[in-house]
């Protein structure tokens, strides 16, 4: 079976790399400009890495799930 590649190159057209893309980067800058020394920067930099799993943890959390 071939597989479609778009104009991008890539073999998935949706936009949502692009969203998650866009959430690393404000979730990066958020944790990292609140981060009060380097080693927090590091975490804050591996939490941006998983914010997705941080949103649907407190949703469901919030939902009583």
Same mark, same amino acid.
């Given at each position: 079976? !071939?597989?479609?590649?778009?104009?991008? +190159?890539? !073999?998935?057209?949706?936009?949502?790399?692009?969203?998650? /893309?866009? +959430?690393?980067? /404000?979730?990066?800058?958020?944790?990292?400009?609140?981060?009060? /020394?380097?080693?927090?920067?590091?975490?804050?930099?591996?939490?941006?890495?998983?914010?997705?799993?941080?949103?649907?943890?407190?949703?469901?959390?919030?939902?009583?799930?």
């Amino acid at each position: 079976m !071939k597989e479609k590649i778009c104009k991008n +190159g890539f !073999k998935s057209c949706d936009s949502s790399s692009a969203v998650y /893309g866009l +959430g690393l980067v /404000g979730a990066a800058v958020y944790y990292i400009s609140t981060a009060s /020394g380097f080693w927090m920067g590091v975490v804050g930099f591996l939490k941006a890495l998983v914010w997705p799993a941080f949103l649907v943890y407190e949703l469901l959390k919030f939902l009583g799930m």
